[in-house]
């Protein structure tokens, strides 16, 4: 195809930058520079209304006859599709859509192909077909039959990505009752996202028309042959639909919908959920950045666990001096952690002010109305901080993918010594389908510079191949993702979750600039979203990192009874944890200032890092140490006093001793763990927190058998259920029985929400799927502290 001499203007041609004319129509540049964005024809006025009004009395005819026939027998086909093979699913649905895509992640295939090919190309109906509905593919649907259920009453959630474009002047109104009506280009409804210009309207509503009837006829095709006069029987259909809850069959916890959107509740900008989102993450960073801190085995796993995936200590030439890679990795590790830090936290404080001006404002807010002055700026500010985090975030991914994972095949071999531009190079290419490496491939999309327009998948769609893939792969695929890869991962799939759901909140608000925030708004300390640690960490953190390299990954962490020998250990690694961080802090301190804070500013923000400093954990720690030398010096007496008792006593007394199991007492505080699978905290929300003080001893809970096991596990009593495991699987059907419905966060983590308990949310542990002795003791510590239950908190349901 050859590129036009002449191009179709947009409606908006005096900027040739504008972001609303390229919501809906190809800005001139594109037209005659890239054949991908080359219009077929044009429309004139009435040739464009013609085509829309087709599309909607194809949706109008199928929704119909649909909505007609699952009022009465939607029970009948959910049993009937159920009993169906998968074979008979698999024929049935080619005979009724033969353009179906055959796999979920058929639209990676099409990054190989070009428009020159004729035979595969995005230029001809089934390729059309198949991008304009991307989640519906033939996998999907005949292994999961209640996602066929659901995906009926989701035909809102299309999202075309790429097809072939008629150019016309007039826009689509695409809400309220004027659906598919036309108006001329207005570029406030154009902002608030009322109006789509006709090239991708054609697409969206074209979309709509080939899901609606796909369903029809597949509905009348499994329901052939019912007789008139059939009961009608919708009880299961209308509970189903209205959880709008999707989980894969044979499985527990229910799926993110920001992963499956196709097969979800409708969206709604729900700024309460984005606020319980940011709040949760920042609390768990900071639960992790305390226990680094106060944890002499939390960090000595910590970097034991860097050191065992990278290998013997080696230095490489840096900016052209010679620098220990362990060390300088870590040292540029907790930095990034602490600016991630202060990131959610700047997220979740304009989350707040966002949600309680969309509560100010709920009955000024229609769609096709201007948005609130102050209601719009709150979410401008909002979409301008999560996309300079999401920016971040990528970032913090490409290095962690760099530095902290050479298990992950390829990663060591594109890996440039004296630098990493030429590897960080890679991230801004388009790049291939890798059927023969898709782990690396997927990680390295979704480290690539954010909204790049040649991409045709989002982080959403990355993100689910991503869960996808560790699911269905051996063993060793999975354990070239490590925990410190695992953390950037998450990160992103929340931000990416969060961001999503604002932008696609309507109506919609003007983006705006991040630079303009800063300067607008005055929020001077958003600067940091555009700074690099990595930059700056090579020059200023010499020989900080060495102090965990050597000192303290040598160093041998307290193991076995907490005797005298023990008490050293802690002390020596305590000693060097301080040193650490102080000089860390130091290094903080000094970015700060540079940037233009305050001295008193800068210790103000850098207090997630004190935490050793303060009265109340000098206070805990000598009265743990004063409470151990106690304990030691209980022992010698009585050693000694018993060494005057007479033989037979003695023996006794050693087997009365040997007879009675020592009660662990539950602690409430998360206790660290020597494994590399460790379980980030989410804590419950302050009101919560307050109703659990108040009510410190609840009522038993009655329970199953099998969740009684796991929770003799989480609180042991003898050594047999100290040193014992479970799986995974086993653990979530304990957590079932316990009253808790799981779903999957996107990420690794998983929700636990339970009617009047509040959320808690675990980790999987990776990469095999038994959880381990340490792991399922610090779920018990912290189903102790968050919901004040012990061992004796459960009894055994016998009805």
């Not at 409708?266 to 993450?281: E, F, K, Q, V, Y």
């Not at 695929?477 to 410190?484: L, P, R, T």
């Amino acid at each position: 195809m050859s590129l036009p001499t002449l191009y179709y203007p947009t409606p908006c041609e005096v900027s040739a930058d504008c972001e609303d004319c390229e919501v809906g129509f190809y800005h001139r540049e594109l037209q005659v520079t890239d054949e991908y964005y080359v219009y077929q024809s044009q429309l004139e006025v009435n040739e464009a209304c013609d085509v829309i009004s087709r599309h909607l009395a194809s949706i109008k005819e199928a929704r119909d006859v649909l909505t007609k026939t699952l009022d009465t027998h939607a029970d009948l086909f959910m049993s009937r599709w159920k009993k169906y093979s998968q074979a008979k699913r698999e024929k049935v649905l080619q005979a009724i859509a033969p353009d179906i895509a055959p796999h979920p992640w058929h639209i990676f295939d099409y990054q190989n192909f070009s428009p020159h090919d004729p035979a595969e190309n995005f230029r001809n109906p089934k390729t059309r077909h198949q991008l304009l509905l991307p989640w519906l593919d033939l996998e999907t649907l005949k292994s999961h039959p209640q996602v066929l259920s659901l995906c009926c009453i989701t035909e809102h959630n299309v999202h075309p990505k790429h097809g072939l474009f008629r150019y016309a002047v007039p826009c689509v109104i695409v809400h309220g009752l004027q659906y598919g009506g036309f108006l001329p280009w207005n570029q406030d409804d154009a902002n608030r996202a009322d109006i789509l210009g006709f090239p991708k309207a054609e697409l969206l509503f074209e979309a709509q028309a080939y899901l609606m009837t796909t369903l029809q006829k597949l509905v009348s095709r499994v329901l052939e042959g019912v007789r008139e006069g059939t009961p009608a029987q919708t009880s299961k259909w209308r509970e189903l639909t209205h959880r709008s809850n999707f989980k894969r069959t044979n499985e527990i916890e229910l799926w993110s919908p920001y992963i499956f959107p196709a097969f979800s509740a409708p969206h709604t900008l729900d700024l309460r959920r984005l606020t319980s989102l940011a709040s949760a993450r920042l609390r768990v960073i900071k639960d992790h950045l305390w226990q680094l801190q106060c944890s002499p085995a939390y960090m000595h796993r910590h970097v034991k666990l860097f050191m065992e995936i990278n290998g013997p200590i080696q230095t490489r030439r840096l900016a052209g001096r010679d620098v220990t890679y362990q060390a300088l990795f870590l040292v540029e590790y907790y930095i990034k952690e602490i600016h991630n830090y202060f990131i959610w936290k700047w997220v979740e404080e304009e989350c707040k002010r966002a949600e309680g001006l969309q509560v100010r404002f709920r009955d000024n807010i229609y769609p096709g109305q201007p948005v609130p002055q102050e209601y719009a700026e709150a979410i401008r500010r909002l979409i301008a901080i999560l996309g300079g985090a999401l920016v971040n975030m990528k970032s913090c991914l490409r290095l962690a993918i760099i530095y902290a994972n050479p298990n992950v095949e390829g990663v060591a071999d594109t890996y440039v010594a004296d630098g990493q531009t030429a590897f960080d190079s890679i991230f801004t290419l388009p790049g291939s389908w890798d059927c023969d490496n898709p782990l690396l491939w997927c990680l390295m999309r979704m480290g690539g510079r954010h909204n790049m327009a040649h991409l045709l998948y989002d982080d959403a769609v990355l993100l689910s191949f991503f869960q996808h893939h560790l699911s269905s792969s051996a063993f060793q695929k999975k354990a070239g993702i490590n925990e410190f890869l695992s953390l950037w991962v998450d990160n992103l799939s929340e931000f990416s979750e969060i961001l999503s759901s604002v932008c696609s909140g309507r109506p919609k608000p003007e983006d705006v600039d991040l630079k303009e925030v800063i300067k607008t708004y005055r929020r001077d300390e958003w600067c940091l979203l555009s700074h690099n640690p990595d930059l700056f960490a090579f020059r200023d953190t010499e020989g900080i990192g060495d102090m965990l390299t050597n000192d303290l990954y040598k160093a041998q962490p307290p193991t076995g009874p907490r005797d005298v020998e023990w008490l050293q250990c802690s002390r020596k690694l305590r000693a060097i944890m301080a040193d650490f961080w102080l000089a860390i802090h130091r290094v903080m301190t000094t970015l700060l200032e540079n940037k233009g804070f305050s001295t008193s500013k800068a210790q103000q923000m850098l207090e997630i890092i004190t935490v050793t400093r303060s009265a109340e954990y000098q206070r805990e720690i000598s009265a743990e140490e004063a409470k151990i030398l106690a304990d030691i010096e209980e022992q010698k007496k009585a050693q000694e006093a018993s060494s005057h008792l007479p033989e037979t006593q003695k023996g006794q007394t050693k087997r009365k001793t040997r007879g009675k199991p020592t009660k662990q007492k539950t602690k409430t505080r998360p206790k660290a763990s020597d494994q590399a699978d460790v379980v980030y905290p989410e804590e419950v929300t302050e009101s919560q927190n307050d109703t659990l003080k108040s009510n410190p001893a609840p009522a038993p809970v009655r329970t199953t058998k099998r969740a009684l096991h796991a929770i003799k596990l989480m609180f042991p009593e003898t050594p047999q259920e100290t040193s014992g495991t479970i799986q995974w699987g086993e653990f979530l059907n304990a957590m079932s029985d316990m009253g808790f419905v799981a779903r999957n966060l996107g990420g690794s983590g998983v929700s636990f929400e339970a009617e009047g308990q509040g959320r808690i949310v675990f980790h999987r542990p990776h990469p095999g799927p038994r959880i381990s002795p340490v792991m399922l003791q610090m779920i018990g510590a912290r189903m102790n502290r968050w919901f004040a239950w012990t061992r004796e908190s459960f009894v055994l349901d016998e009805d």
